[in-house]
Every structure is written in structure tokens, then in C-alpha cells.
């Protein structure tokens, strides 16, 4: 097993959970079928990260772009998602997991919506670990939605032109108060951003595997976490400032 320093944990890790249907194909299977086995893996990675002590674990579970899909892709997202909600609800509370959730959650058909709100209710009070979803997430359109939620501030008075800064500008952020993302993994080789969290992660360490989502588990998680252990994270700064050494 790989050796994970508990000191050096990722505060927040943030994974872009692709593959699901190259990973079908392979088995010559139906994409959907991918996105079932999918959901596997989120529950072992949940767990884990639960376990291992991890604050936070955004996933990206379905992106603005994504409403473009075949319908009947769509709708089979749409329903495991809900199913997920239903059936790990109790689960959450039993591990005290906080459920939130980030995107334009009203794009969101109306039963999944009413689900997401139960179950983020029903786990308000668990302090463990924020779970939390990108739903008809993207990033542009957060920014966006920041802009607008200053401007109107601005216009009703509760903000001034001068207290604008990077933490207040933060705030607007669907993301809200949650820190910076450490670690962020992206799954099945593909090495790019697909307009996840663009704000958050400047200063993220990325961590790109060829594993297709499905075949993602505990072993892979390790994995990541010890290579994010490895790196030596500067924020601008030289190596010798960070380790103390010299002037
Ligand atoms: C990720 O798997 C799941 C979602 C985007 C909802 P994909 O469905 O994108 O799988 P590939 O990229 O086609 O293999
Ligand atoms: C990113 O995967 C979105 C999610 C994992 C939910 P995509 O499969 O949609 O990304 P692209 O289209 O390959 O960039
Ligand atoms: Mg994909």
C-alpha cells in the first residue's frame, strides 16, 4: 500500500470523473452502462477519502456542456444521480458527510432537485467531510454568476466599490467559502479542464491518470495522494524560501 503522510493530507481534492464511456465501449457495453459502474467508484472514493480524513472532495459529476448529451444519456444521469442521492443519504449521516452542492442547480429536473435539497438537509449538521457535487457546473458561467452577485450588492448598498478584493470576490463564488482545491485528479487521459473550477485552481497540484473513472478505486486515490505528497508546492516562491534555507 502506498505510504500516506497524515501530516501532508490534501485539505480538498477535486476530481473530474471522466471515462465512463470509453470504459463501456471497451466492454462493448452501453455508455450508460459506464455510468453505472461509475457510481461505484464515487461510493469507494467517498469512503475512502472520508476515512483517510479528507475535508473535502469535490466531484464533477456533470457539467454544463454535458446537457448537450443524447437525451436518453441525459436522463440516465439525471436518474442514477437521484438514485445515488436516495440510497446514500443515511450513509452520509451515518458517516457524518456534509452534502453540498455547486452549479446552476436549477437547470436540475425538478425531483433531483427536491432530492439534492432533502438530502443536503439531512446532513446539514455532519461536520466530517463536505461532499460536494458540480452539478450543471461550469466554470465560466460561476464567474458569471459572481459578477452579477457584486454588481448587485453593489446597486443595494451591502457591498463598496473599495471592500472588492480576492477574498471577497471569492465569496461570490459558488464555491463560496470552501478552500482552494490541493489536489485535483482528472481520469481516462485526458489532460484538460473542461471548464472545472477555473478560478479555484490556480495554485492546485494536477494529477493525470489514464484509469478510466469506472476502474477508479482506494488504490488509485492512494496513489494520487502519495505523488501529491512528492511535489513541492512553491506558490511563486523559490525552494529555498519554502524549506527555510538561506536568507
Ligand atoms: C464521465 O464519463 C461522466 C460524465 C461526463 C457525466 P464520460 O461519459 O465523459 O466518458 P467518456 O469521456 O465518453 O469516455
Ligand atoms: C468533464 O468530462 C465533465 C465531467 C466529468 C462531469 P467531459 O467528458 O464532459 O469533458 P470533455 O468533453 O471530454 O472535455
Ligand atoms: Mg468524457
Not at 446552476?104 to 429536473?109: A, C, G
Not at 487521459?189 to 490556480?202: C, D, K, M, P, T
Not at 492546485?204 to 488504490?219: G, H, I, S
Request: proline share 2%.
Amino acid at each position: 500500500m502506498e505510504e500516506i503522510d497524515q501530516e501532508k493530507l490534501p485539505r480538498h481534492i477535486a476530481i473530474i470523473m471522466d471515462g465512463n464511456g470509453r470504459w463501456a465501449k471497451k466492454k462493448k457495453l452501453n455508455r450508460i452502462r459506464g455510468h453505472i459502474k461509475g457510481v461505484d467508484a464515487v461510493r469507494e472514493v467517498v469512503t475512502a477519502c472520508r476515512e483517510l480524513g479528507i475535508k473535502v472532495l469535490t466531484l464533477y459529476a456533470f457539467s454544463i456542456e454535458n446537457w448537450q448529451r443524447p437525451q436518453e444519456e441525459v436522463s440516465a444521469l439525471m436518474g442514477l444521480l437521484k438514485e445515488y442521492l436516495v440510497k446514500e443519504g443515511e450513509e452520509m449521516v451515518k458517516n457524518n458527510i456534509r452534502l453540498s452542492a455547486i452549479g446552476r442547480l436549477e437547470d436540475l429536473p425538478q425531483d433531483v432537485l427536491t432530492t439534492l435539497r432533502e438530502t443536503m438537509e439531512k446532513t446539514e449538521n455532519c461536520d466530517g467531510m463536505i461532499l460536494n457535487l458540480a452539478l450543471s457546473y461550469g466554470g465560466r458561467s460561476e464567474i458569471l454568476h459572481a459578477v452579477r452577485g457584486i454588481i448587485s450588492d453593489l446597486k443595494e448598498g451591502k457591498l463598496r466599490e473599495e471592500e472588492i478584493d480576492l477574498s471577497s470576490f471569492q465569496k461570490y463564488l459558488w464555491t463560496g467559502n470552501l478552500p482552494d482545491p490541493d489536489l485535483l485528479i482528472r481520469t481516462s487521459g485526458e489532460s484538460r479542464i473542461s471548464n472545472f473550477l477555473l478560478y479555484q485552481i490556480a495554485y492546485t497540484e494536477l494529477y493525470l491518470t489514464q484509469t478510466l473513472w469506472p476502474d477508479f478505486n482506494r488504490k488509485e486515490l492512494l496513489k494520487a495522494i502519495a505523488d501529491y505528497q512528492l511535489r513541492e508546492r512553491r506558490f511563486g516562491r523559490t525552494s529555498e524560501q519554502i524549506n527555510g534555507i538561506g536568507t
